[in-house]
């Protein structure tokens, strides 16, 4: 059974960085590629960005040079490094295994001075 725990999110000033962490247990981690995704108020959930098991990452336009996705396969951990936060950047934050349906809980990002 995939379980999947997102953390590392809070409140942060624009201009400022939080990475989130993902930790995915129930797979074989190393073999799988990653997805980051975004929900807003009042919005539908959306692709941040994805890093495949090659190590090969992919952004959104609206992240890319501000956002940086890595991967710990001995830690079954994927990372979201987010620098220049804009307010528009809050959202909950959730990771997916690519291609299975199963979702965490995820972590709530408010970007606010």
């Known amino acids: 059974q995939v379980e999947i725990v997102e953390s590392g999110g809070g409140l942060v000033q624009p201009g400022g960085s939080l990475r989130l962490s993902c930790v995915v247990s129930g797979i074989d981690f190393s073999t799988r590629g990653l997805g980051w995704y975004r929900q807003a108020p009042g919005k539908q959930r959306e692709w941040v960005g994805q890093?495949?098991?090659?190590?090969?990452?992919n952004y959104a336009a609206s992240v890319k040079g501000r956002f940086t996705i890595s991967r710990d396969n001995a830690k079954n951990t994927v990372y979201l490094q987010m620098n220049s936060l804009k307010p528009e950047d809050t959202a909950v934050y959730y990771c997916?295994?690519?291609?299975?349906?199963?979702w965490g809980q995820g972590t709530q990002v408010t970007v606010s001075s």
């Open positions: 997916n295994v690519l291609g299975r349906p199963t």
């Open positions: 890093v495949l098991s090659t190590g090969v990452t």
